[in-house]
Every structure is written in structure tokens, then in C-alpha cells.
């Protein structure tokens, strides 16, 4: 690395000047008690002195200590990616100690960073492994019981290639959730924005999951009749599947015999929030931060076996965030939870 220095002359000026001060004081003493004062050898005294100091302590500053200075900077490989590498490095002290701490600062803060990103992949890593062991294990353990020697009884045969068909479509669906978040991630997953009635959305997701959530006695329903369409501009594709995983999450944790309730507010002139309240179990203040992260789960024990592939929170908010809106979520432990999102109301301005 070549560092390229950019010179001040605020050190030798001075300190030449403070050489010629005293220089010139003590030769105007001398001359006044020893020999004839002359005010033309004092002048060209203190030139003299100033100027042969400067260039002293210049070049012995250059050579001796920023030549020291450019070696360290040489030597130090983490510089190559700093905002050193295309800049001048100024000679000037202060503002050297200010460039190099701002840049100790800014890569302490870079290291920090890299150490989250590597306990978070250390853990997305481990999750994604988990979450494929255990369906694939399960197809295994149903073929090979089949190749051992139960293939001839056709109840057997038929019951554990079912479940190998299952376990065979869990893993299908944790594929495609990973594809659908690493395209949000990105940006390549297009929306296609069309006006819809948010309400009958809600209500045709209600009676895709009735039956899931008759098996826990759990009752769908909104928080009030709505006898007017509320029109959205959104994906309504998306949009679907932001409140079926919401409701089917609100299911999966809720209690027996309660309730999922949808509400739709304006906020807004051109702002809609769509909230789901449940009163399930509810979440503890530590683990909301990290709801939305991908395959991370609240609880670590036994959540894995209400299914699912772990990132329907973390899809949720992808899409939320594609469409450049917000979402909330607010839960008291023991009590239930609310996830809530908003949405931008249709051209037309339609009233609630």
C-alpha cells in the first residue's frame, strides 16, 4: 500500500519560530553589552536562523517521523479497506489522531457487527439443518422400515408411505419458503399492486382455516360488522399469505376454545392497519425482537411440533417491508398477542 501524505508546515513554522526568537533575543544581548548594536545584523540574523530551522525541522520531521508513520500505515493490512487507501494521510498531528480514531472507531463497530453475523449464520445454520433433519429422517425411517421387509402388508405399506409423503411435502415447504424470502431479500420477487376489498380477503382466509381451527374449538371472526368494502392497493397474493400465516400462527399458539379477531381501522387519509388479536398464550418481552427472524422460534422445545416451516414471521415481514409499509407486533405473556400491518388505502379514497 502506497500512502500518499498530504504536508503541513504548522509543526516546523513553529518551532522555527520559537529557535529564532530566542536565537535572535540572545545574539541582540550579546551585541548589546560585548560589541556595537546593529539592528541590520539582528534582521538578517533572524532570517537566517528562521529559515535554515524551518527546513531543518521539516526534513527531520518528514524523514524521521511521518516516514515512521507511513510504515505503520504500510503495515497495516486492515488499512487496504479503510477510506485511507484512496485518500491523502495528512502530516498534520491532530487531525492524523482524529482520521485514526474515527477509523479504529468505525472498525471496532465493523467487528461487532461481523460477530453478530456470524452467531446469526452460526444459528440460521444450525436451524436450517434442524429443520431438514427432522423430515428427512422420517421419509428415511418409513423406506427403510418398507425396504426391511414391511412392504408385503399393504395397511403398513400404505400408512408409512403416507407419512413419508408428508414428511416428503414439509420439506417441499420449507424449500419454497427459503426461495420465497432469499427473492424478497433481494429485491427479485415483483408485486403485482391491484385494488381489492381487504375485508372479503380476511374473510375468504377465514374459511380456508375454518377446519384448522375447528380442532381447537378456536373461533375466527371480525371485531365488528363491516357492511362496506375497505378497497387496498396491494399485492392481494401476498397480502393473502401475510394473514393466513398470521391467523395460522395465532392458532397454532393459541389456547383451545378461544378466539382469533380481525380488525381493519383507518389511520390515516391513505392508510389503512389491519391488527389480529388473539388470546393465546401470549410472548414474552424478550423473544419480540426477534420474532421476525428466520426460523427462530419462542419456544425452542416443543414449537417444532405444531409444524410449519419456521419462517412464516420472517415471510411476513418481507413482504410487509416490500411494500414499504410497517408492521407491529405488542403481547402481554399469559394474555395474547396482537400483530398488526398497514396498508395503503386505494386510489378511490374509500370510507370505512
Known amino acids: 500500500m502506497n ?23 540572545l545574539v541582540s544581548l550579546l551585541l548589546y553589552f560585548f560589541l556595537t548594536f546593529s539592528w ?14 524551518f527546513f531543518v525541522i521539516q526534513y527531520r ?27 491523502p494521510v495528512t502530516t498534520d498531528m491532530a487531525t492524523l489522531m482524529r482520521e485514526v480514531k474515527k477509523f479504529a472507531s468505525d472498525k471496532k463497530l465493523e467487528i461487532e457487527m461481523l460477530k453478530v453475523r456470524e452467531e446469526y449464520r452460526r444459528e440460521f445454520l444450525g436451524n436450517v439443518s434442524h429443520e431438514l433433519k427432522t423430515p428427512l429422517f422420517t421419509v428415511q425411517g418409513y423406506l427403510s422400515t418398507l425396504l426391511d421387509g414391511a412392504m408385503s402388508d399393504k395397511t403398513v ?65 371480525f371485531d365488528m360488522r363491516y357492511n362496506k368494502p375497505i378497497m ?12 393466513i400465516n398470521l391467523i395460522v400462527n395465532s392458532i397454532k399458539y393459541g389456547k383451545d376454545k378461544g378466539s382469533t379477531e380481525v380488525s381493519v381501522e383507518s389511520i390515516t387519509d391513505d392508510k389503512v392497519i389491519v391488527r389480529i388479536n ?29 409444524g410449519g416451516s419456521g419462517l412464516g414471521l420472517a415471510i411476513v415481514k ?35
Open 3 to 25: 500512502v500518499t501524505f498530504k504536508k503541513t508546515y504548522r509543526f516546523a513554522v513553529k518551532s522555527s519560530l520559537y529557535i529564532t526568537l530566542f536565537s535572535t533575543g
Open 40 to 53: 541590520e545584523f539582528v534582521l538578517y540574523f533572524a532570517v537566517s536562523i528562521a529559515a535554515f530551522s
Open 61 to 87: 520531521v518528514e524523514h524521521f517521523i511521518y516516514r515512521r508513520v507511513k510504515k505503520i500505515y504500510d503495515d497495516v493490512s486492515l488499512l487496504e479497506s479503510s477510506t485511507f487507501r484512496n485518500q
Open 157 to 221: 405399506r400404505k400408512k408409512y408411505l403416507e407419512r413419508a409423503e408428508k414428511g416428503v411435502e414439509r420439506l417441499i415447504h420449507i424449500v419454497q419458503d427459503l426461495d420465497m424470502i432469499t427473492k424478497l431479500e433481494v429485491g427479485d420477487l415483483n408485486l403485482e399492486m391491484t385494488d381489492f376489498d381487504i375485508i372479503k380477503l380476511i374473510q375468504e382466509v377465514f374459511d380456508l382455516l375454518e377446519m384448522e381451527a375447528s380442532k381447537k374449538d378456536i373461533l375466527l371472526l
Open 232 to 243: 387496498v392497493r396491494a399485492d392481494q397474493e401476498k397480502i393473502e399469505q401475510v394473514i
Open 278 to 306: 388473539d388470546n393465546g398464550e401470549g410472548i414474552e418481552k424478550q423473544h419480540i425482537s426477534r420474532l421476525f427472524e428466520r426460523f427462530y422460534r419462542v419456544d425452542k422445545s416443543g414449537s417444532r411440533d405444531a
Open 318 to 352: 418481507h413482504i410487509i417491508e416490500a411494500h414499504h409499509e410497517k408492521i407491529y407486533v405488542e403481547s402481554q405473556f399469559g394474555t395474547g398477542s396482537e400483530f398488526s400491518f398497514t396498508l395503503e388505502k386505494a386510489p378511490q379514497r374509500y370510507s370505512l
